[in-house]
């Protein structure tokens, strides 16, 4: 990532849903990290990704990870 994407990124605010999700995430004992254009599901302990696109670097969209954390 690039000096000038990476400040853009931490400049972006949170949306509502991010940071609903991010609260459900670390309560489960999660973190939700930014993937690419979305996100993936790391164990907060052993740095295992739980869930994320395997196929690409893309990131999971909010709505995938909401699933995966309804099923976790």
């Given amino acids: 990532m690039t000096a000038k994407k990476a400040v853009k990124t931490a ?7 991010e940071a609903r999700l991010r609260a459900v995430a670390k309560a489960a004992g999660l ?4 993937a690419g254009h979305g996100y993936r599901l790391v164990d907060a302990n052993t740095k295992t990704l739980v869930a994320d696109d395997w ?3 893309n990131g999971l969209s909010l709505d995938a990870i909401e699933r995966a954390l309804k099923g976790a």
């Fill in 11 to 17: 400049q972006k605010p949170a949306t509502s849903k």
């Fill in 31 to 34: 973190n939700l990290e930014k």
């Fill in 55 to 57: 196929q690409g670097e």
